[in-house]
T-cell receptor, first 110, second 114 residues
């Protein structure tokens, strides 16, 4: 089975940087995904990490440490529209199904 | 940019009725998925479909559920004899193919069982 943990809620200020952590335990890891989900909408793909290290894509970066079962999503220059839930999801070896965490609801304040 | 589309956006049905949720995956994608999200809960995997057959399914995907690709573009989820606890948002997703694993989600169908 899999266990994925993320903080339930975070608050940050417009223009600031926020880091959302995710820890996971799985029997056979083969990739970690971050999705953004605005209330009532579909998850939108942000990033995919399968090797250790940092992947940067514009204002968003994602980091993975396989040995520690740990990832984070870094959001820079926060904007009000970044207020959303951020979902960490793991893919197990040999499977395509994603197992999602409960998500972190980020509130960006002026 | 190509998108996954789903119809209807909202479906209300009575307990015990059958519903069919429809999806059009991104045209050159090879893998198709259904997920559901009960209000306030996490996104849960139901089933994946590749090469005209189910490739994986979760314990949620029991005999009440079935999937079909009736033609070259549509991908459907049928729920027979709906129960109150089937009320959820149902998301269809697709991914390109070998070596690429990111999944692109459709806007969802909100199913309400009364």
């Amino acid at each position: 089975g899999q266990n994925i943990d993320q903080p339930t809620e975070m608050t940050a200020t417009e223009g600031a940087i926020v880091q959302i952590n995710c820890t996971y335990q799985t029997s056979g890891f083969n990739g970690l995904f971050w999705y953004q989900q605005h209330a009532g909408e579909a998850p939108t793909f942000l990033s995919y990490n399968v090797l250790d290290g940092l992947e940067e894509k514009g204002r968003f970066s994602s980091f993975l440490s396989r040995s520690k079962g740990y990832s984070y999503l870094l959001l820079k220059e926060l904007q009000m529209k970044d207020s959303a839930s951020y979902l960490c999801a793991v893919r197990e070896a040999g499977r395509r199904a994603l197992t999602f965490g409960s998500g972190t609801r980020l509130q960006v304040q002026p | 940019e190509p998108e996954v589309t789903q119809t209807p956006s909202h479906q209300v049905t009575q307990m015990g009725q059958e519903v069919i949720l429809r999806c059009v995956p991104i045209s050159n994608h090879l893998y198709f998925y259904w997920y559901r999200q009960i209000l306030g809960q996490k996104v849960e995997f139901l089933v994946s479909f590749y090469n005209n057959e189910i490739s994986e399914k979760s314990e949620i995907f029991d005999d009440q559920f079935s999937v079909e690709r009736p033609d070259g573009s549509n991908f459907t989820l049928k729920i027979r004899s709906t129960k109150l606890e089937d009320s959820a948002m149902y998301f269809c997703a697709s991914s390109p193919g070998q070596g690429t694993y990111e999944q692109y989600f459709g806007p969802g169908t909100r199913l309400t069982v009364t």
